[in-house]
């Protein structure tokens, strides 16, 4: 698949992903929804392995880089789904927007890591300003019932623990999978990965007495296969693939984008509010992609070769 074909899926599946999440959260409980999902997903996968008449390796690189995808399919996705109790699905993908950054400063720290210039951190630090407008309005959602205002903010400070987690390992398992360098087709590197958290979404069940008590919601039940087949299929696929092809921090930079589209389709869909603050954020941030994918020369000449290639 072309790269940035691949890149534009990556953006589509991960905008519709924290609606999906919070909807498929009405029907089961948070590790059960994540967790049947994954299921679907791998079960789809494996089939599409044996009609490809592709393998699943299982050498001992290949599992290393199975399990490094492990932070991201089972610990970011479950704090996800956790965050999603609590938070806005708008909001979920605001935060998801610190990726970039934290990916960027950890890969400073690395040895060999690829090192931000200033015109990088300038887009970042344009890219979090632009964040802050988004997440001013989605937090004053929070605080419309004065009255419910003390159990407002105890869910809000242990939602935004849960995503902040989450965007972290997400950042991690991005750096760490590249760093493997296993050599595996995208499909393989999703399936395997998927496979590997299933154990691991059964022990979170087990461990915090979550089941699978559906709650008759048709829609969530309808967001989980959504989110099997592609959020986790399809987007995780098209990840890996871009991620093979580009720094960790430029795929990373996705979620700058994605939370726009979020915050209209949580709106539309979500009765979630939209406000002037939100929209401003939300031209801050397409400028600060623009900024920074476009401001890198090795990704720019990419981009111009991929469309002279295409043409």
Same mark, same amino acid.
């Given at each position: 698949m072309n790269t940035l074909v691949a890149y534009l899926i990556v953006i589509a599946v991960w905008a519709t992903t924290p609606l999906g999440i919070k909807w498929s959260g009405e029907a089961l409980p948070a590790f059960a929804a994540a967790g049947s999902r994954m299921a679907i997903a791998a079960a789809l996968g494996l089939l599409w392995l044996a009609a490809r008449r592709q393998g699943l390796p299982l050498h001992r690189r290949a599992l290393l880089s199975y399990a490094a995808a492990l932070p991201g399919i089972f610990g970011a996705m479950g704090?996800?789904?956790?965050?999603? @109790?609590? *938070?806005?699905?708008?909001?979920?993908?605001? =935060? $998801? /927007?610190?990726?970039?950054?934290i990916s960027g400063v950890m890969m400073?720290?690395?040895?060999?890591?690829?090192?931000?210039?200033?015109?990088?951190w300038l887009a970042c630090l344009l890219g979090l300003a632009g964040l802050a407008l988004v997440f001013g309005d989605s937090?004053?959602?929070?605080?419309?019932?004065g009255a419910a205002l003390?159990?407002?903010?105890?869910r809000r400070g242990r939602g935004l623990l849960w995503i902040l987690s989450a965007v972290t390992l997400f950042a991690a398992s991005g750096i760490v999978v590249q760093r493997v360098g296993a050599?595996?087709?995208?499909?393989?590197?999703?399936?395997?990965?998927?496979?590997f958290s299933l154990p691991l979404y059964a022990l979170a069940m087990w461990l915090s007495g979550q089941g699978f008590d559906y709650s008759g919601?048709? @829609?969530? *039940?309808?967001?989980?296969?959504?989110?099997? =087949? $592609? /959020?986790?299929?399809?987007g995780f696929y098209c990840y890996f693939q871009v991620l093979a092809r580009l720094p960790a921090a430029t795929v990373a930079l996705v979620t700058l984008i994605t939370p726009v589209l979020a915050l209209m389709l949580g709106a539309a869909?979500?009765?979630?509010?939209?406000g002037a603050r939100v929209l401003a954020g939300a031209a801050v941030i397409v400028a600060a992609l623009g900024l920074y994918l476009l401001g890198d020369r090795r990704v720019r000449r990419g981009v111009v070769s991929t469309a002279a290639g295409d043409g």
């Open positions: 704090c996800s789904y956790m965050a999603a @109790r609590d *938070l806005p699905s708008g909001l979920i993908s605001v =935060v $998801f /927007g610190l990726a970039p950054l400073q720290w690395l040895p060999g890591g690829t090192r931000l210039n200033g015109w990088h937090f004053a959602l929070l605080f419309q019932d003390a159990g407002d903010e105890a050599g595996l087709a995208p499909m393989q590197q999703t399936v395997g990965g998927l496979l919601d048709q @829609r969530g *039940l309808g967001a989980i296969v959504y989110l099997a =087949v $592609f /959020g986790s299929l399809l869909l979500n009765d979630e509010l939209l």
